[in-house]
């Protein structure tokens, strides 16, 4: 039987063949895909690993350096710390030399200064009593009386405190030892 389409050709039915790929050419160009993203990654992967030994290369030739300027940026802190006490005394009203000559005045006798010791937390005083009356602890109180009292001393430390007390005996005589502490004022 023949059959005669008389329709025109843009109303004739066409008939579409699906194009079947057969399984191997699939998984063939599935695995060809997966091991060309394989390669893909593996590449990646050691352009990584160079540029992790690189800054590691890297890291060792700067890390002595780094150690230098952390043990300079400490000193520096310190050195920052002192010229802070050092300004704080210069922009006093107070001058050093006036608490040092009322420091002066103000000690008894038989009380010896050993050491003081300026700094940024304040003033600290060390010394020694020795009295043949026994009565060292009334010395030491007087003095911290006649501290309290000078007007150099008041306008520059907020408080003076005795901090410790010790007694030694030395051949024959009882010495006492004592540390003030005074607080600068803010």
């Not at 020694?128 to 026994?134: D, E, M």
């Not at 030395?170 to 010495?175: A, E, G, L, P, S």
Request: with cysteine; charged share 20%.
């Amino acid at each position: 039987m023949i059959t005669i389409n008389l329709l025109p050709k843009n109303l004739k039915r066409v008939e579409r063949k699906a194009i079947v790929l057969p399984y191997k050419a699939l998984l063939v160009a599935v695995f060809g895909v997966l091991v060309f993203l394989h390669l893909v990654f593996l590449s990646l992967s050691a352009y990584k690993g160079l540029q992790v030994f690189g800054l590691k290369r890297a890291w060792a030739k700067i890390e002595p350096q780094s150690k230098d300027s952390a043990s300079t940026n400490g000193e520096i802190k310190k050195l920052q710390n002192n010229v802070n006490s050092l300004n704080d005394v210069v922009t006093r009203k107070v001058s050093l030399t006036e608490i040092l000559s009322g420091l002066c005045t103000s000690v008894p006798k038989g009380l010896w200064l050993e050491r003081l010791t300026y700094s940024s937390e304040g003033l600290m005083i060390q010394g020694s009593v020795v009295s043949l009356s026994q009565s060292e602890m009334s010395i030491i109180g007087k003095f911290l009386q006649d501290l309290k009292k000078n007007k150099s001393f008041a306008s520059a430390f907020s408080k003076i405190e005795l901090s410790n007390v010790q007694r030694r005996t030395i051949k024959t005589y009882d010495v006492v030892d004592f540390v003030f502490l005074g607080e600068l004022k803010k």
